[in-house]
């Protein structure tokens, strides 16, 4: 069999249609220029205070909220400070401290991102020149409105995104700095700065995603990519196997051209966990998506990948003490993570093989990717014969007799991080009884993080357990995920950019982030599953468009073969990977500037505010645990994208929250009058924090709505929030005084109930704004 | 259990020096007797749980008390005859923070908030916030597991103890 890579294709009947035009463009010598045809604005590559006004009005609309993870500041040589009603030695205040932990976390996160790019950016011009041109595809003209917005410039090769890249790095040193002991001081000032980073980790991975996309020849936004393949059960785990794990997709990408070159499609298994598995399977249709992180140490305790390749981010730090359990390989791939393992990337690789074969050596740290193709492909088909016996967990009879050991102590359920019911399923298997185990392996009920096992007084192999009784559930799961597209072209932003902004489609939803979910992996499928039926575009990325795939629903199919991977109404787009996340701000940006005309060079604050008060877009980012996924989300809210969080993000220590009690918080500039008018708790907070799956999908249609939404559009809307509300709390919402302006705003359906409920409230009409903005007139 | 009734449940959570004190139901219900204008904030972990419930709504009548309810668990309340206004934690928590605020009846801010039900990470760090945020007001978790981020908190304890515990609340 043989597996073609992801190319730009045209349709077969391409030569049927009519009145067919083809423009050759211009004829000309020497390179396209990167300056626009449009003024530059205001703050073109803004430094780190040029946008602090508008982050102010955003922080003033939604003061930030603080929940401290420890009352202590651990950072300097004064020692501990308690910063529980006091200041710390060098006068820094509790609320202060968690901004600066916010600015280091969203500083960790962006550096992830664009060190990843500075990789990828690096290898693709040492490999295809810097004059290698950023091309997107015919249907998208708007190749990195990120950086045409934040830059002033549109980048035309490879070499161009160096210009972006470098400004981020300049950018965070400067925003790092600002950490230091005895620096900034202000708490609004350290989140003026967060959100200044999360827009370079915005740039970062536009940069990233645009470099992979025209080096790889990934999607370029088609919308019917191909559906490939996800679950444990897609791995034939007779053949030698190739795991990849991480965020970079250059060494996978390597290893799948080897086996291409050496027509091993029938020979070698490749398969991903987390982001590095999307990216690879959006370069070549062979590999196969294990699932997201949490799938992790499960995956590797089973045996079954005889080579794991790790490259950067997201990937557990014992990776090669898990994998020597059971006389796997690790090869290292990037500076970022080598393990402790010898250098081998300047040594002959087949001595390498050699002795990676041999056990002289548990590993190897190889920096070249193309090496590393070769290497991990022969060591995998050399080991995989001897390790035939090691492709299993241990019997599942070993489960009682080892469960009988269990001492009762609990403390395996007080450590788990989700309060899992861990020494119930113990006690159960003791008797026999496995189904408790197997259910904390279902969708991913137990994300591994493997606490449990370090607590056990007994050492007993918890998550081996959990692996073992869930394995016959899933070993033989196989799902379909749609290849990971990247940015939404510009013909789609031209169909839809009326309806979003103007609220005839409900909304834009992104579920984006981890798998640390409260209650699993389902409850973000049955999000992305309400919304789709209500016609919302659903967009996802990462892990999250993994948990969404491994749901089947009523009709036997997965989401993504049910809906249309378009950016439409009920469209479910597979964006890609982490750093695709940028094209999800990107299409938002596309809106501002081919909707409504909104210049883009160097014109962030009015992009922005344009996003906050007319695209009813939110985040969803139901288990979002990393540093990176506090950076997106921060990148997010500066451009005035909402966004609702699981319950564990509120470790993050701290949300945006507004308060639709203070009606002053509320007013609004009419830009078309003039005018400061009454508005609305629209979006009602920037980033929020849910307890529950029924809370989060209420919050999230309820910050859909947005002050410029026509009235059809804010029917729809409150339609949607009506019902939803309703179906879980068992009554109309208690806020509809709030959104409904005018009569014509009631939904046709609630009419008697939503006027009953406003007259009661003696409620009076007003009139929606013109033109919404937090700007002033100019 | 017993050796570890004022180890935080997580004990992970611990956040410094200051800890929350343990307290009986007897001291517990001395605190609402000196509070002139407590709060119950129900949380959704005992959405399915009638008997836990029906306790809860013993407390709510015995104290008069006015009810937030968190996550998803308003409806099952308002199934079961305990009138209640919808918050999420996070809501709440913000609410409680601003001396300002008119509380949930209009009367004015809270000065004793008694907790119950709210998923134990999420509760941990609602508490953290209002310890840190909210020196106007005192917070008392009811619930099964000690919390070291509250004022005063109930031990870790085993089903029947709560049980007991809870029928304690109930009776002024």
Redesign the interface.
């Known amino acids: 069999m043989t597996y073609k890579k992801n190319g730009r294709k045209l349709d077969d009947d391409f030569w049927k249609t009519k009145k067919l035009s083809i423009s050759v463009g211009e004829v000309s010598i020497g390179r396209p220029k990167q300056e626009l045809d449009e003024p530059m604005g205001p703050t073109p590559k803004p430094s780190v205070t040029d946008l602090r006004s508008w982050d102010f009005k955003l922080l003033k609309r939604y003061p930030p909220?603080?929940?401290?993870?420890?009352?202590?500041c651990c950072f300097c040589t004064y020692g501990k400070c308690?910063?529980?009603?006091k200041k710390g030695a060098c006068g820094i205040t509790?609320?202060a401290q968690q901004a600066r932990t916010v600015l280091l976390a969203s500083c960790i996160g962006t550096a992830a991102h664009a060190g990843h790019g500075r990789h990828m950016l690096h290898h693709v011009i040492k490999e295809k020149g810097k004059d290698f041109p950023v091309d997107m595809g015919k249907n998208i003209e708007i190749e990195a409105p990120i950086i045409r917005t934040v830059i002033g410039k549109k980048p035309v090769t490879v070499g161009d995104l160096d210009e972006s890249l470098s400004y981020v790095e300049e950018q965070l040193s400067h925003l790092l700095s600002a950490c230091h002991t005895g620096q900034e001081g202000n708490a609004l000032d350290f989140e003026s700065k967060a959100l200044h980073a999360g827009m370079m980790d915005d740039l970062a991975r536009e940069v990233a995603d645009i470099t992979q996309i025209v080096a790889y020849d990934m999607p370029r936004g088609d919308g019917d990519e191909p559906l490939v393949e996800l679950g444990l059960g897609t791995v034939d785990k007779d053949k030698p196997v190739v795991l990849c794990i991480g965020h970079n997709v250059a060494p996978g990408a390597e290893i799948l051209d080897y086996i291409e070159d050496n027509d091993l499609y029938e020979d070698v298994e490749v398969c991903g966990i987390c982001c590095t598995a999307i990216d690879i399977t959006r370069y070549n249709q062979a590999a196969k998506v294990i699932g997201p992180l949490s799938k992790q140490m499960k995956f590797i305790r089973s045996g079954v990948s005889d080579v794991i390749v790790v490259d950067e981010q997201c990937v557990r730090t014992d990776v090669l003490e898990e994998a020597k359990r059971n006389g796997a390989v690790v090869i290292a791939t990037t500076d970022k993570m080598c393990l402790g393992l010898p250098d081998k990337t300047k040594e002959d690789t087949e001595l390498v093989i050699n002795e990676l074969v041999n056990g002289n050596i548990d590993g190897a740290l190889i920096l070249e990717p193309k090496k590393v193709g070769k290497v991990a492909v022969e060591v995998a088909k050399k080991i995989a014969k001897r390790r035939k016996s090691l492709k299993c967990l241990p019997d599942i009879s070993e489960i009682p007799k080892l469960a009988k050991e269990c001492t009762e102590c609990?403390w395996c359920v007080?450590?788990c991080?989700n309060?899992r019911p861990i020494m119930d399923a113990v006690t159960a298997a003791a008797k026999g009884d496995l189904k408790k185990l197997a259910d904390l392996y279902e969708y991913d009920m137990c994300y591994t993080c493997g606490r449990c096992e370090e607590e056990c007084e007994r050492n007993l192999p918890l998550v081996s357990f959990i692996t073992k009784a869930g394995d016959h559930l899933v070993k033989n799961q196989k799902f379909k995920i749609r290849a990971g597209r990247g940015p939404v072209q510009d013909v789609e932003i031209r169909k839809v950019g009326g309806p979003i902004v103007l609220g005839d489609i409900p909304g834009v939803v992104a579920f984006v982030g981890c798998s640390n979910y409260?209650n699993g992996g389902i409850e973000i499928a049955k999000m992305a599953e309400e919304l789709l039926k209500r016609r919302y575009i659903v967009v996802a990325t990462g892990c999250s468009a993994m948990s969404i795939g491994e749901y089947i629903d009523e009709d036997g199919l997965t989401l993504y073969e049910k809906y249309d991977g378009v950016f439409d109404a009920s469209g479910l787009a597979n964006i890609g990977s982490c750093v695709s996340n940028a094209h999800i701000s990107g299409a938002c940006i596309k809106i501002a500037n081919i909707f409504a005309k909104k210049p883009l060079s160097g014109n962030f604050e009015e992009v922005a505010d344009y996003i906050l008060n007319r695209v009813g877009a939110c985040g969803v980012a139901w288990g979002a645990f990393s540093q990176k996924a506090a950076a997106i989300a921060s990148g997010f809210n500066r451009w005035g994208v909402p966004a609702v969080l699981g319950?564990?993000s509120?470790?993050y220590?701290r949300?945006y929250?507004g308060?639709i009690?203070k009606e002053d918080m509320w007013d609004i500039n009419d830009l078309r009058s003039g005018e400061t008018v009454k508005g609305e708790p629209a979006p009602e907070h920037l980033l929020?924090?849910?307890?529950?799956?029924?809370?989060a999908l209420v919050?999230t249609v309820k910050m859909c709505i947005r002050p410029n939404d026509t009235p059809k559009g804010r029917q729809l809307k409150l339609s949607h929030y009506i019902d939803l509300y309703k179906k879980?709390?068992?009554?109309i919402p208690?806020d509809l005084e709030l959104f409904v302006r005018n009569e014509r705003d009631i939904p046709i359906t609630y009419k008697k109930d939503v006027m009953d409920d406003l007259t009661s409230k003696n409620w009076t009409p007003r009139e929606a704004p013109k033109e919404p903005s937090l700007l002033g007139r100019k | 259990m017993d050796g570890n009734r004022t180890t935080p449940w997580q004990p992970t959570v611990i956040a410094g020096p200051k800890y929350g004190m343990l307290v009986t139901p007897a001291i517990a219900k001395m605190m609402l007797k000196k509070a002139k204008n407590p709060l119950f904030v129900i949380g959704s972990l005992i959405k399915d749980d009638e008997g836990l419930i029906s306790q809860c709504k013993e407390i709510v009548e015995t104290w008069n008390l006015p009810v937030a309810a968190t996550g998803n668990i308003y409806k099952s309340l308002t199934e079961n005859g305990i009138k209640s206004k919808r918050y999420g934690t996070i809501e709440i928590v913000n609410l409680l923070k601003d001396p300002e605020w008119k509380g949930i009846n209009g009367e004015g801010q809270h000065d004793l908030v008694l907790f119950i039900g709210v998923t134990y990470y999420l509760a941990s760090q609602g508490l953290s916030s209002l310890k840190h945020f909210a020196p106007h007001l005192k917070t008392v978790t009811l619930c099964k597991y000690f919390h070291s981020n509250a004022d005063a908190s109930f031990p870790n304890m085993s089903d029947s103890e709560w049980t007991n515990y809870l029928e304690k609340m109930s009776k002024i």
């Open positions: 909220f603080y929940a401290p993870f420890c009352d202590m308690d910063l529980l009603g509790a609320e609990g007080r450590v991080p309060n409260p319950p564990h509120s470790k220590r949300l929250l308060r009690d929020y924090a849910a307890e529950t799956m029924e809370e919050s879980y709390f068992g009554e208690p």
